[in-house]
């Protein structure tokens, strides 16, 4: 072994070490500069630069699950603090705090409602320097606060002071520039349809506020909104001494269903396990749906009845007084999401499962034809519940997917480089690329590509973005049949006609590579032809997929067309191929064609034949005399 052997394999070795002492990006990139000076060749520097570029990228995924793993860490650590609820203001601050080290902000607050002045006021503040915030109030319409407590939807801002969307006032900017805040993100905190207060986060710089800090930050509201309402119910049961058996036991009731739920929901518990238990508090019969209508989970509830056909969600109505039968009331979700509350249509109640203004779900309650305001609310605390259950799975399901893409990504990209390592890879994800897969590939117009991918998600065993298109693999049945059932299903998930096109069944990296390309030369096609909302595989088109496809494979087509005859003359030292042409060349007048073979009419007869018995009988229908003779124009043209 060289000098620089031993120099490249020490480099190696010292990326390793960093990477599991947890090294800073700056320390692994500076590995290669290092070993620079040890006489590296060029071929050996770039080795090892690649190297680094792994060793960076394992530490940014590491980086990723361990902040994925505190964000949920807080959350469940917030829920537990609301089922035991001993302290408001611990609980908030708790809260606050939370909220702070979870976003990476500089200083977070939360402030509450005064409906009678018409303001809201700074309750609780974490990582605040100066005294004129925490005895800010805002009226409502003011500022960024004031804004989000007026219309109950979130806002942020990249630079608050200079953002002319908002009314500044003298007071606000004060506080502002006090604390040097610069980026502001604020979600209301809702009880029903009322905001009761809203909750900041902020930097002392610029910072753009992605969605999923949206999300997170209006679901640590939600559990603030929750433990202002339990302290609430606290002190109305006090003063009430006429109802304070029956607040007790609503409260007692409450708190246990809150306890049970989120334990289960702590120890892993599935969708299925969380609407069995919500169904046995409530008593009654739950329906559990995605956002999309498609049923996710059904306990105590009559199945509806079959409507339409393949995978689509049934959106056939809802189900009314004079019916247990429960289908996705579309309808009735809406109003609950405007509501903030649970709703009544016929004999069943419906609650939207919201994170923040984005909707997750929906429950429906069966069998409790009438619910008192303690049952109402504890059925919308459930949905709390489920909303944070939702919540997990996405986060579950994102780092699954991005496991998967990239799997799918190295299949697609670089099939030949390791075969036995993609192999391997798929079995650790339970997927046997060795088996064949069909490969389909969705298209659609205004509909984010994630989106689309979320709805491939039942139908097929691998499913991810390459170069910007939805792939999917799929183990089990006809190309072409599943590209057509895939279109309609797909279109009525995501509300948009999706085209499908179709390829293999493939089986083995390469294979499966090849037949990706050809089901995008299938979608291209299909939208060439303007068969928008369809779905395919490239044989069905014909000749007219090969003319029109963005990469042409003339000599598959004339192999898929000419195959068995082609075969036959390689094989038996005929040429069949010749009569064929001459047959066609000349109208299909036999006498004609005898002629020119310069043979008997009967050998004319039985090379035809034989030739219907190697095409199939239907070889001289239009449409495939049609395709015949330009395969046969296109094999001559290649020689």
């Given at each position: 072994?060289?000098?620089?052997?031993?120099?490249?394999?020490?480099?190696?070795?010292?990326?390793?070490?960093?990477?599991?002492?947890?090294?800073?990006?700056?320390?692994?990139?500076?590995?290669?500069?290092?070993?620079?000076?040890?006489?590296?060749?060029?071929?050996?520097?770039?080795?090892?630069?690649?190297?680094?570029?792994?060793?960076?990228?394992?530490?940014?995924?590491?980086?990723?699950?361990?902040?994925?793993?505190?964000?949920?860490?807080a959350l469940f650590d917030t829920a537990s603090d609301l089922s035991k609820l001993r302290d408001l203001d611990e609980v908030l601050r708790s809260i606050v705090h939370r909220a702070r080290m979870l976003l990476r902000v500089d200083l977070s607050y939360l402030s509450l409602n005064d409906e009678a002045a018409g303001t809201t006021y700074m309750r609780v503040t974490d990582g605040s320097v100066s005294s004129l915030l925490p005895r800010l109030r805002i009226g409502h319409g003011e500022g960024l606060g004031g804004l989000v407590a007026q219309t109950a939807h979130p806002y942020a801002s990249a630079d608050y002071l200079s953002d002319p969307r908002f009314a500044h006032t003298v007071s606000i900017d004060d506080a502002v520039s006090a604390e040097q805040m610069v980026g502001i993100l604020g979600v209301p905190l809702m009880l029903g349809s009322k905001v009761i207060g809203v909750l900041f986060a902020a930097d002392r710089q610029r910072r753009e506020f992605t969605a999923d800090e949206v999300a997170l930050l209006s679901s640590l509201a939600d559990h603030a909104a929750i433990a202002i309402d339990n302290a609430q119910l606290l002190a109305e049961t006090r003063r009430a001494n006429e109802t304070i058996s029956a607040g007790n036991e609503a409260m007692r009731r409450a708190e246990d269903a809150h306890d049970r739920l989120m334990e289960l929901v702590l120890r892993g518990g599935d969708v299925a396990q969380v609407a069995a238990e919500v169904a046995e508090v409530l008593g009654g019969g739950i329906v559990f749906f995605d956002a999309a209508g498609v049923e996710l989970a059904r306990v105590a509830a009559a199945a509806p009845p079959v409507v339409g056909t393949g995978n689509a969600p049934v959106r056939s109505g809802f189900a009314g007084a004079a019916s247990a039968k429960v289908t996705w009331p579309e309808e009735a979700v809406a109003a609950s999401r405007a509501a903030g509350r649970a709703v009544r249509v016929g004999d069943q109640w419906v609650c939207a499962v919201l994170a923040g203004p984005e909707l997750l779900g929906s429950l429906v309650l069966t069998g409790r034809a009438a619910l008192d305001e303690a049952d109402r609310r504890l059925f919308e605390r459930a949905c709390v519940v489920a909303a944070l259950l939702l919540l997990l799975r996405r986060s579950v399901a994102k780092a699954e997917d991005e496991v998967r893409g990239e799997l799918l990504t190295d299949l697609l990209t670089a099939p030949d480089r390791n075969p036995a390592a993609l192999l391997a890879r798929g079995r650790r994800l339970g997927i046997d690329l060795a088996a064949p897969h069909a490969v389909l590939i969705a298209h659609v117009d205004g509909v984010p590509r994630r989106r689309l991918a979320m709805a491939c998600g039942r139908f097929a065993t691998l499913v991810g973005l390459h170069a910007e298109q939805v792939v999917l693999l799929v183990a089990d049945g006809d190309p072409a049949e599943l590209a057509a059932r895939l279109a309609t299903s797909l279109s009525a998930s995501v509300e948009a006609p999706v085209t499908v096109g179709a390829s293999g069944p493939a089986a083995g990296p390469a294979a499966l590579a090849a037949a990706a390309d050809e089901a995008r030369r299938c979608v291209r096609s299909l939208l060439a032809l303007g068969r928008v909302g369809h779905g395919a595989a490239l044989a069905d088109l014909g000749f007219v997929g090969q003319l029109i496809g963005d990469r042409t494979d003339l000599s598959g087509y004339v192999r898929a067309t000419l195959g068995p005859v082609l075969e036959y003359d390689a094989r038996r030292g005929t040429d069949l191929v010749a009569t064929l042409r001459a047959y066609f060349e000349c109208g299909t007048n036999l006498t004609r064609a005898k002629d020119v073979l310069h043979v008997h009419v009967n050998t004319v007869v039985q090379r035809l034949d034989r030739i219907a018995s190697l095409l199939g009988e239907d070889w001289q229908t239009p449409a495939r005399a049609l395709e015949i003779q330009i395969a046969l124009r296109l094999h001559q043209l290649h020689g």
């Open positions: 072994m060289t000098s620089v052997d031993v120099a490249v394999n020490d480099a190696v070795r010292k990326l390793l070490d960093l990477l599991a002492a947890d090294a800073s990006g700056e320390q692994l990139a500076h590995v290669p500069v290092a070993a620079r000076s040890a006489g590296l060749s060029d071929a050996d520097h770039q080795e090892l630069a690649r190297a680094t570029e792994v060793a960076l990228r394992i530490r940014h995924t590491l980086t990723e699950h361990r902040r994925r793993e505190a964000e949920l860490r």
